[in-house]
């Protein structure tokens, strides 16, 4: 079974751009999260869909935002870009009934200039 | 809200000698808990998990976790380090709010 994937696996972007992340999860996996990962802030949770509803949000501005679309495949965005955003961005995903036991994807690495 | 904290944030280690990475979380109950590793570049990789049950869990690639609701404590070990376990392990927490909450992390260094 395939794990799962994150497009794409580089990016660089200007400040100000705005920016969109995919992640396609585990097949049969219903859950999708999303984690920012910096060496200053460690691993923080930044949203969690299920079915396509956000069924919790991490403490991030409104600039990143995400959706999940009816084939579980989902995608955040991030306006408005700032130095700060630089991240390995991680996608993980579960089954429906253990929703805490996380499959992570290899991550997009987003640089801001 | 919930905490984890991984007390040693660097661990250099033998080849072939024990390891024993700690983890304690702040928690009303018990909560669903993890070891992940992460290899440089990579994204993370499930070690192993306790949800309930026996107190110690097997995972992948050797690693065991004993569970000690007492110290609120979940600590990995593994009894033979092999090079290829250098890498950052990082302990995880789940607590019923559809997120997990990670500790900072431990980086383990093997040496020859």
């Known amino acids: 079974k395939a794990g799962v994937t994150q497009t794409p696996r580089y990016l660089i972007k200007t400040r100000g751009q705005q920016v969109t992340l995919s992640c396609s999860p585990i097949?049969?996996?219903?859950?999708v999260s999303w984690y920012q990962q910096t060496p200053g802030q460690g691993l923080q949770f930044l949203f969690e869909?299920?079915?396509?509803?956000?069924?919790n949000k991490g403490n991030f501005p409104g600039r990143f935002s995400g959706r999940q679309f009816s084939n579980s495949r989902s995608e955040m965005n991030v306006s408005t870009l700032e130095l700060g955003d630089s991240a390995l961005y991680l996608c993980?995903?579960?089954?429906?009934?253990?929703?805490?036991?996380?499959?992570f994807g290899p991550g997009t690495r987003l640089t801001v200039t | 809200a919930q905490s984890v904290t991984q007390p040693d944030i660097h661990i250099t280690v033998s080849e072939g000698a024990s390891l024993e990475l700690r983890c304690n979380y702040s928690?009303?109950?018990?909560?669903?808990l993890f070891w992940y590793v992460q290899s440089p570049g990579q994204g993370l990789q499930l070690l192993l998990k306790?949800?309930?049950?026996?107190?110690l869990v097997q995972g992948i690639k050797g690693f065991e976790a004993e569970f000690k609701r007492s110290q609120s404590s979940f600590n990995l070990r593994k009894p033979s380090v092999h090079w290829s376990d250098a890498a950052e392990y990082f302990c995880?927490?789940?607590?019923?709010?559809?997120?997990?909450?990670f500790g900072a992390g431990t980086t383990v260094t093997v040496r020859a």
């Open positions: 306790y949800f309930s049950g026996d107190t």
């Open positions: 869909y299920f079915s396509e509803t956000q069924r």
């Open positions: 928690y009303g109950a018990t909560p669903y």
């Open positions: 993980a995903s579960s089954w429906e009934g253990e929703a805490y036991e996380q499959y």
């Open positions: 995880a927490v789940g607590a019923g709010d559809y997120k997990l909450s």
């Open positions: 097949s049969g996996h219903r859950s």
